[in-house]
């Protein structure tokens, strides 16, 4: 039997599994990066009259003047970060409850449940996490983030030249190649910030936290301790846009579609071969991947390309992978349905994650 030699930042299995051939991976990973920023930028363009309305409406508002005066103890905010603010806030809240909402139809009525990944009933979150997540989610959307926008990002985009105007919106291309530009950038940053929440300092002062959902929802996906959410994603969401320059639009179509993104991730759902993910609207490997992360908690740190170009989905290819996870749920779910219990809905479906004390430890929530 194959020994596990660690669920940490590097986890690597003896013998190795096979990696598979280099150009399917990249072939795949570097069309996303072709279509999905041509997708965000349709989007965009669709939502550039709701940009619009927000503008005027902030520039025009008593709010807008009242908030100056609130914050005047920071000289160096203006009426534009006040938009950047208010602009956000509506693009982060609108697809909070867009995505989270979703899912919690999907779980509330039973629908789609054929997409789901496996989970064990032990993987199920209390319900005093779930209060928990919520309340520390409700704090970030109303205060943390907020303050976040209004006193750094708003002022250090528009010290890099960032649009704010209607009229300044960039033309397609430009669009495209800022939104593929802040794509790559992003993975790369998520992925090795959390690859370094892995090792142990910072994991079990940090990450342990993101961690204590083993069977995620969707809305796990924002709990996690303040430096998490500063380093694997206020950082990684905004580099490439700083970088570029990109407009305020692009910036809030960019986090309107990265928390939607986060929601998925965490959903526990997989819309593997659906029209929604060929065309880019769900992104099934990704969250496979993800979800696996979660349930296992022995590598898959980000996007799949980086985690077979750096070798840390040893576990999940010697339990199958994508193909072999989602045929894992979707037996369990056939096995639900006909009412017999699954070897999913038993216990931990690996024998090889069995072998580990240290990874049954992280799936009761316990430390490393
Ligand atoms: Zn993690
Ligand atoms: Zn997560």
Redo the contacts with the bound molecule.
Sequence with gaps: MAKLIGATASPRINPRPDYGPALPVLAKGIWRIIQLPLLYTCLAKLLSPSYAAVHVAVLRSSATAAILRAVSFAPWVVADDVFFMVGLSIAVSASYILGNGFFAILDNYRLLQHYRLPRTRAQAPPASLVRRALQKEAFSHCVTGPLIMLLAAGPGLRAVGSPVAIGLLPPWATTWWQLAAQLVINETMFYFG?RM??TEPLYLAI?KQ??SFIGTRSFAGEYAHVLEDVLTAYIPFLTGLFITGAHFHLVFVWFFIRVIGVAEGHSGYCFKNTIFDRIGLANASAAANHDF??TR?SGN?GHPMYDWLFGTMDVYLAAGGEAGYIEMGRKANAAANAGVPSASARGPPSALLRSSPRVARQQAGQSL
């Design positions: 959390h929440l892995h990450h993101h961690h992360h979660h908690n740190f």
